[in-house]
Structure formats: structure tokens, C-alpha cells
């Protein structure tokens, strides 16, 4: 063999590691593996359970009885000229999609050490799976809400929407899966090094549900503290979905470019240092 | 000259000891900003060894200055003490955790096994298992299923393939793991420990399936192992690694017979000067207890053909007796192999000597612990000497061609006669 045939690699490990972190060949190369996550998650929520797939639909259920009897009932919350099941409901779906991703991605390290220390592949799969898991539990109970919606139309007679509206509703969709996946990868690899802040952020995103109008319109919060309210990224992508689904909802152009631009500021930023961080942090969990 | 695949050039990884991190949120946050943002030397941890702080700020060199070279087509066999960084070398190559200095250049895919059942869901089946842990391992799903089935017929487990795997016994998990990472096709394998496992007829299985890829198909393996004779049999060349560094690299009979003579060099000999030091009591204190392997040379590794001398001497302070001592020899795990009694001869007050000799060709390979007794009489125990001496004995094989464990507390060579007594006539 020629010695300059030597120099020629295909790779190369050294100690630095990279913002740009896996091309998107490699990626796409472990898809197979990502389904593969997908699968085994679903699998394993539901097996040896008795209601099975069911409970994809019977949490938001559950969830709803009691936010209509809670808050719609007792505390008499107004849910604007909407039906409370209705505008309950559309929150609910939307909040568990965000809930649910952000919690789950948050954990990627905690949960996967023992398997990140002993094989290789992108560590993205694993956000990236879980992701399109809740995406698809969503698509599920999206249905849910959609039948109870033809519900309405039917027998309430509600007004609907303008159907050109409805183009608006996968956006709020993949923006709020976006947002999620971006503070997801943000908070795995900072609860990974910093074990305690795991323990507050379960608590934290709870409180955060109040600052998102899931159990109430904004149109309902006094001027004064609006303000607090509408900081928050999630609040016009909440009130859009509402309104390209249901036809009530206060939102400007301003709010929505402003989720957009928040939206896509974190998801960049998280990347890069999930792809600078994860190789290190095996050391450390 | 097989082209070279890996190249693995001033290797160096530390870890820091204790807190991980500066453990302050305030100091790590000042350690990215004099590092990262303006380039300058580590607040926190210097990365030369040389630095004159002690080592235990300094953290822990797993691996230092590694440098090597793997051909095309060859297995590398790497061995060491536990701690010598064989894993943290493996890790580095498999690409799980970064080097801190130096880097490794390579060509093809890489595979590695540094666990049997990375991946495994005890929840799911078998058949989910073979696909998820196939995937994570790097194949893809048309490669899976074109070897479905012939990963199903290595385990032999056709009729549970639908059975979650957590009610599978510990032999028949261990088989479908093996079997799924046996049936990678990656350039470059890596084993960590893997033959640990199984049971013995599996472990065969799997060391004739490595043999075979290694042979035809031209696979480079790196593997590790504590099991020498699977080492030997399998490995071109080794790799013996201590303390982080390259102790030696070639032909894998040398370095193996180097790191077993080694590994054997802790002292098999106790002296005491006076009686008010050695151990015993009022009646009997030793002097001495020593254990001289009858060596063919001196470098020879001790293994189950060495014949053994346990020589003692201790003083006699009951006054005239008749005393004899027993010799009892213990298995790792306890169990009394044999308790072997001296002639009972009478002793003035002064310094006794004895010496026995325990056989080549006689104890099985593993590790062994020696008692003493001394005993007035053949009736009265004066003193006991618990575990005064312990040894391992490495196994040898010759030319069988089975690597597993060898059964029996002795391993001893009778007479044995086998022969055709009536050959089928046509």
C-alpha cells in the first residue's frame, strides 16, 4: 500500500467537539432506529394495561370533566361565547402536546445513560423520536376534539369558522412542537449537569399552564396584567389555534411573529449546544 | 501489508475526581469564559499532567499518550488490570465519549458490543427486541430482516419469539443478544467482555462465529477480555495496557505471557525476625511461610502445570512435643479442596521447618487460599494460621480446542486409555 493512501480517512474522533454536531446523512441513516423508538415507547405505555391505546383519549377526557366542573362550574371562569367543552378541550389537546414533548425530551440523558454510555448513535434520535411520539398521541386526540366539534355543529348548531382558517391550524401545531422540542434540549442537557433543576421544572411548567390560556381567554385577563400573559411565546399560538378552529380568539400579527421569531431563536440555540454538549456529558451522568 | 484502519495517535482521556464540574453553576459559567470566549488556559483544571498541583485536583489520566495501529483483517486482543483503561479505549473508539487529547482516525463502520442486550426492553418480545437492538447497534431495517431468521435459528429460540423477553431465563437473553450483535456487518467490531456471559456451549459458539468472521470475512475486532485462552485463540496481536499506558503491543503469545507473569508477581513470602512479631501465640509463633512455584524458567507464567512448594518454619515455644501440621487448601469460594496432615514427629523448643509439595497437573485453574495448623499430638490444635498464602493459577489447554470453563475442583491427568477395539469391516 502507498503511504498517501494512509492519509486518507473516514473519520475521526478527536477531543473537539461540534456546534453543527451530526450531518443530516447520519441522521437520516438512524431513521429506522427513531421509529424504532417511537414503537417501543407506545408498546410499552400500554402494555399490560386493560384499557390499552384507550387512555390516549381518556386522560384529556378526565382533564376535561374536571376543568368543566372546576373551573367552568364552580369557579365560573368565562370561556367567552365559546360551549366549555369545546374551548376546554382545545386547550387541553394543545397544552398536553406541549407538556408532554417538553417533559419528555427534558429527560433524554436522565433517562437513557445507561444506553448513551454503552453504543453510539446520534444522540438526536432519541428528542427526535420522542417528538414525533407525542405527535402522534396528539394526532389521536386531535381526532377526539374534531368529532367533538362535528358534535357541535350538528346538534348545538355552532357557528363555524371561515374554512380558509383552518390552513392556521397545523401551523400552531408544529410551532408549539417546535417551542417544546427547543426548551426540551435546552433542559435535558441542563438538568443532566445540574441534577436539581430536574426536580423544579415538573412544578415550574405546572405554574406555567396558568400563565397560558388553556382554562381561560385572554380577552378574560384584566389589562393590568396582560402584559404577563402575552410574554409568554405559547399564549398567541394558544389563542390562534382557538380561533382558526373554533372561530374566538385575540390575537395580532405582532404576538404571532413574535412566537415565530422565539420559537426558532431557541430551537437554533438549543441544537447548538445539545450537539457542543451531549459527547460530554457522558462523562458526567 | 493489509492497509491500516485505525490509528490511534497520542490517545489521552481524563477524568476529574470528586464533583463533576466546578459544581458551581457561577464557576462554570467563569470557566466558559475564560476558556471558550477568550482562549486562555482552564481557571479550574489544567490539561498537563506535568502541572505541579497534586494529582487528586488534577484528576484521574484513564488513558495517557496511547498511541497504536490496526491492520485490515486483524484482531487485537487488549489486556489488563481492571482500572488499566481498556474500556475508556474502547469507549473512545466506539465514539461514546470524547478523548481529551489526541485522536483516532479510522476507516469503515464501526460496530461495538460493550454490553450484551444494549438496547433490550424487558417489556418487549423477542421479535421487537431483535429490531430495536439492531437498530441501535447500526443496521438497518432491510438488513434485520433479511437475517431475521438466521439470527432466530443462532439463538434457537424459535417458539418464544413472541414471549416478552423478562420472561425469558438469563441463558436464553444472553443467546438472542449475542445472536442479534453476531450478525453485524460492520468494518470494525469491538467486543467489551462479551464471552463473560452465557453458558459454556455458547460461549463456544460465539468464539467459533468470531473466528470464522475474523478469518473469512476479513473483519478487523478489537476485544476485550479476561479470558486469556479465549484471547489467545482468537487475537493476532495484543495490546497490554497499564495505568493508562501502552505496556506492550505485539504478537499476542508475547504479550500474554508477559502480562501473566506479571499479573503473578505479588509476594507468595512472609518473614518475621523475632518471635514477638510473627503471627501465633503462646506456644507457637511463625517464622516464616513461603510459596516457590518449581518454575521451568523464570519468566514461565504459574498455570495448572506448575508444581507448588509451601515452605513454612515457626518456633516451637510448648517445649518438647510431638507435633505435625496440617496443610489445608481452600478454593476462592471456600470450599476445603484438601487438608493435608505432616508426619507427627517430636519437636524440641526452637525453630520447626516444614515443606510439602502440591503437584503440577493436579488443581484446576482458578484461585486458592492456604491454611496452617499446627497440632500437638494428632489431637490438640496449638495455633492456626489462616490464609497465610494465596495464589492464582492461570488455566493451560494445550491443543483443546474448548474454551470454557473447565469443571472440578482438581484438574489431575490419570491414566486414560481410548482406542478402537473393533473396526466396522465392509
Known sequence: MPTKENTKWDWEITGKSNWWGNSFTELWLYRHLAVGFVRRDFLLIYQQTVLGPLWVLLQPILTLFTYVLVFGKVVGISTGGLPPVLFYLAGIVLWNLFNDTFLGIASTFRENAQLFSKVYFPRLIVPFARLSGYLLHFGIQFGLLLCVLLYYLVFQSIKLPPASGLL???????LTGLLSLGLGLLFSIITAKYRDISYI?????????????????????????????ELNPLTPLFELFRLALLGEGLITITQFVYSCVFTFAVLIVSLLIFNKQSDKLIDII | MAETVIQVENLSKLYRLGSIGTGYFLQDIQRWWTTAVRKKHDPFFGLNPSDNAPPSQKGLWALHDVSFEVKQGEVLGIVGRNGAGKSTLLKIISRIIRPTQGAIRGRGKISSL??????????????????????????????????????????NLEQFLDTPVKRYSSGMYVRLAFAVAAHLEPDILILDEVLAVGDAEFQKKCLGKMNEVSRNEGRTIL????????????????LWLEKGKVKQLGPISQVANGYLTDAQKFKFSQHWQTPEEGPGNELIRFKKVELVPQLSH?????????????????WNLSGEAHLSTNLVLFSYGGECIFDLASPNVLCQEGVVEGECIIPGNFLNDGSYFIS???????????????ECLSFDLEDYRGDIRWYGKWWGAVRPIFPFRLEQAEPVLY
Open chain 1, 201 to 229: 421544572i415538573s412544578m415550574v411548567i405546572r405554574l406555567f399552564m396558568f400563565l397560558t390560556p388553556v382554562i381561560y381567554p385572554v380577552s378574560y385577563v384584566s389589562d393590568k396584567w396582560r402584559w404577563l400573559v
Open chain 2, 372 to 386: 496452617l495448623y499446627v497440632v500437638k499430638d494428632t489431637a490438640t490444635p496449638l495455633y492456626t494460621y489462616e
Open chain 2, 114 to 155: 460493550l454490553e450484551v442486550g444494549t438496547g433490550f426492553n424487558l417489556e418487549l418480545t423477542g421479535r421487537e427486541n431483535i429490531y430495536l437492538s439492531g437498530y441501535i447497534l447500526g443496521m438497518t431495517k432491510a438488513e434485520i430482516r433479511s437475517k431475521f431468521d438466521e439470527i432466530v435459528a443462532f439463538a
Open chain 2, 223 to 238: 476485544f476485550v477480555s479476561h479470558n486469556l485462552q479465549a484471547i489467545l485463540n482468537i487475537c493476532d496481536t495484543g
Open chain 2, 298 to 314: 523464570p519468566d514461565a507464567p504459574l498455570d495448572i502445570r506448575t508444581p507448588l512448594a509451601v515452605k513454612f518454619q515457626f
Open chain 1, 168 to 174: 392556521l391550524v397545523p401551523v400552531c401545531i408544529i
